[in-house]
């Protein structure tokens, strides 16, 4: 088994709760106030800063991170060079690429990753999304599935989402592209122009329905003679 390093075991003595300290790490440079938690296989590298009430963990690696006070890092993610603020949760299984920040009290949820992008305070982004080159204003809510287009094949473009907005589920957002302050854009749509401050827009084809299509197709196949 192994024993924990005399750095871990100082910061237990100065007022972390290190939970398993034997399978936590924390680098020479990082700096972790008294009152955080570091949960069992958590790896902090770097200048990484983690702040009083903060909960790190498990299976948690940060690289040159600030972590604002109270906020959470859940189990399974990766964060590098880049700011959670007060309150904030990342978590769990995200990706936080170099140059983004994670406003007050904004979520960031499972299988979501950011690059360069700022998700501003009380905003969401909770399932399954790509924002890279992003500007997120304040209470913005990022839908499921969302991915911000920002890359042509010769050059990166920004997205910007004013605050206030509502970006449904399954939605494309092609760079370089403005969703104005308050505005929504429907679930299923690929954005190509800038969206007005609270405009609708809606960029998917009309559903098509066609009653007992099912149950004649049904009658057809049984009709049809097995082998045929």
Request: with cysteine; proline share 5%.
């Amino acid at each position: 088994m192994t024993r924990p390093s005399e750095r871990v075991l100082a910061l237990v003595a100065a007022g972390v709760r290190v939970e398993d300290p034997e399978s936590t790490f924390v680098g020479e440079d990082v700096v972790v106030e008294a009152g955080a938690v570091l949960r069992p296989f958590t790896l902090l590298e770097g200048r990484t800063r983690v702040r009083a009430r903060a909960v790190v963990g498990p299976f948690v690696r940060l690289v040159d991170v600030e972590v604002g006070e109270a906020a959470e890092i859940l189990d399974h993610c990766l964060l590098r060079d880049s700011v959670v603020e007060a309150g904030a949760s990342v978590g769990p299984f995200s990706h936080v690429r170099p140059q983004s920040r994670v406003g007050e009290r904004a979520r960031v949820g499972n299988f979501v990753e950011l690059k360069k992008t700022h998700l501003g305070a009380g905003s969401k982004a909770q399932h399954l999304s790509y924002l890279g080159d992003a500007s997120v204003g304040k209470g913005v809510n990022i839908g499921a599935g969302t991915i911000t287009c920002n890359y042509d094949g010769t050059r990166k473009s920004p997205t910007r989402i004013e605050d206030g907005a509502f970006v449904g589920s399954d939605t494309t957002l092609v760079a370089p592209v403005t969703v104005g302050e308050g505005a929504y854009v429907a679930a299923g749509s690929t954005i190509t122009a800038d969206v007005p401050k609270d405009a609708l827009a809606l960029a998917r084809s009309r559903q098509v329905t066609k009653p007992d299509w099912a149950a004649r197709r049904r009658e057809r196949v049984a009709k049809t003679p097995k082998g045929s």
